[in-house]
């Protein structure tokens, strides 16, 4: 099968969307692990999800402005249905994922992805979003269908529902 762009040479092809995916593909890995509360084949599934949505209409997504924006309020979106669905049965286990971590200090980044485990997916979605993703509150209203008043108030309740997860001796030692 030839997987060469159309005759015209200006349209974008498969190749265009293969390039954007592998350069897209870490960073909405990471986005996706986060959300799924660090469940790393969930966090695979969700990335390829929202690619192939994306690929169904690439021939006009392709001519925005920043498709990476838009692939991260897709993953989100993916994310936001996976989690209505009630045909999804799979739950995250207490098993550590398959890839290497090499943060300084893999309890902190065990215990935080426990936490985001305990807050909703929605609250989820703002916290990655807002602080994880550095998105400002309107970027993040705009890719969750929200008002920035709501990012707001939920972003408020989804930290003060993080700080009585983790504890205050935890919350001290991230001020450090």
């Not at 005759?7 to 592998?22: N, R, V």
């Not at 969750?144 to 008043?149: D, E, F, P, Y």
Request: charged fraction near 25%; include cysteine; hydrophobic fraction near 40%.
């Amino acid at each position: 099968m030839d997987h060469s762009s159309t005759t015209d040479p200006a349209s974008p092809g498969p190749l265009d969307f293969l390039d954007f995916s592998a350069a897209r593909a870490g960073h909405l890995y990471k986005t996706a692990y986060l959300l799924t509360g660090g469940d790393a084949h969930l966090a695979e599934d969700l990335v390829q999800e929202a690619l192939s949505r994306m690929y169904v209409r690439w021939h006009r997504l392709s001519r925005l402005e920043n498709p990476a924006g838009y692939a991260q309020t897709v993953l989100v979106n993916t994310f936001l249905s996976m989690r209505r669905k009630r045909s999804n049965t799979e739950r995250v286990t207490h098993e550590f994922p398959e890839i290497a971590v090499t943060d300084t200090d893999p309890t902190l980044r065990v215990t935080m992805l426990q936490a985001l485990q305990q807050v909703s997916p929605q609250d989820r979605a703002v916290l990655v979003l807002r602080f994880w993703e550095d998105r400002s509150v309107e970027e993040t209203a705009t890719a969750l269908h929200l008002s920035a008043t709501a990012v707001r108030s939920r972003s408020h309740r989804a930290l003060a529902r993080m700080r009585v997860l983790l504890g205050e001796s935890f919350a001290e030692r991230l001020s450090c």
